[in-house]
């Protein structure tokens, strides 16, 4: 089985968690030890499926965000319906669930909420389809279906609802000296120049927030900030760099936010894999936060004021 950590990444975390083309084709095709009896191998997309059905990583199911955040927020859905859906497609807290997106972005917002709910095993592919299809691997145009529905997940449920904070809380947090909100959007949404979304009014950001940066300026699918060219995560200690000329640091409760989350959900995996411990995604975000008149909006300008002092 190839190796899975990284060389430029520091040993502590959870490296397992961020894995590479070469292993899952070689676990796709049965050549190397399954992680788990109950593992399972899903595209994340947006589409229905359309894009799927062209062709996927041979063994994967489909999974669709509409079945984990709902309009007019894109907040998780409620967490009855999270549970059963989780349940219609054989996931329960002791499975391993791999996930890959033709943007990644997407497969991470289900990998957050996936830990959320307790799942134990959750693993992203470094760099997703793209990553994939670079390597020369195969696709697979037969459909395959999830495992049986099953009728109990088997703890709690949601096991980890620290992982996920509201608005209230987002507000509380701005007033602990132990914790931080921190914005995963670009330069120019956190300047206030550009809301970033077609459908989000609000130009400006939340009074507190810290940058934690994302990508590219006009590009809400951008993570160049954390990403190669080629999609695979930068080394830790380079993002951990950035990180702390913010003031933002694995011993403090980071909560991540965006525009409405699959960036965040990003930085909350990769912040995870670290080894960071006190971390949460703020589902709302930008979207939520700029929707109520009675929030505060604050706008910044200049580079000196996208570092925390």
């Not at 997703?128 to 109990?152: E, F, K, Q, V």
Request: aromatic share 12%.
């Amino acid at each position: 089985m190839p190796v899975l950590a990284y060389p430029h990444h520091p040993p502590a975390g959870r490296w397992q968690q961020l894995v590479a083309p070469l292993w899952l084709d070689q676990l796709t095709a049965g050549r190397s030890t399954a992680p788990s009896a109950h593992w399972q191998l899903f595209e994340v997309g947006n589409d229905t499926g359309w894009s799927y059905s062209s062709g996927h990583i041979p063994g994967a199911a489909y999974l669709d965000t509409s079945c984990f955040e709902q309009a007019p927020l894109w907040n998780k859905v409620a967490d009855a319906d999270l549970l059963q859906y989780l349940l219609a497609k054989g996931i329960a807290h002791d499975s391993c669930v791999i996930l890959y997106g033709r943007n990644n972005l997407a497969a991470a917002r289900v990998a957050h909420l996936l830990l959320y709910a307790g799942v134990q095993d959750v693993r992203l592919l470094d760099g997703g389809l793209s990553a994939w299809n670079a390597a020369g691997l195969p696709l697979s145009c037969a459909g395959h279906a999830a495992r049986a529905s099953i009728s109990s997940f088997g703890c709690t449920f949601p096991a980890h609802p620290e992982y996920l904070i509201d608005t209230a809380q987002a507000k509380r947090l701005l007033h602990t000296e132990t914790a931080v909100l921190v914005s995963i959007r670009s330069r120019a949404e956190f300047c206030g120049q550009t809301s970033g979304y077609s459908y989000i009014q609000a130009c400006g950001e939340i009074p507190g927030g810290r940058w934690g940066q994302a990508g590219a300026d006009g590009d809400i699918n951008s993570m160049s900030a954390f990403q190669h060219a080629d999609g695979r995560m930068k080394p830790a200690l380079e993002i951990c760099r950035f990180w702390h000329a913010a003031g933002i640091y694995p011993a403090q409760h980071n909560a991540f936010y965006c525009g409405t989350g699959w960036r965040a959900s990003l930085a909350f995996f990769y912040a995870w894999v670290m080894g960071w411990e006190n971390i949460s995604v703020y589902d709302g975000g930008w979207h939520e936060w700029s929707s109520d008149p009675a929030n505060p909006i604050e706008r910044r300008s200049g580079v000196k004021n996208l570092i925390a002092a």
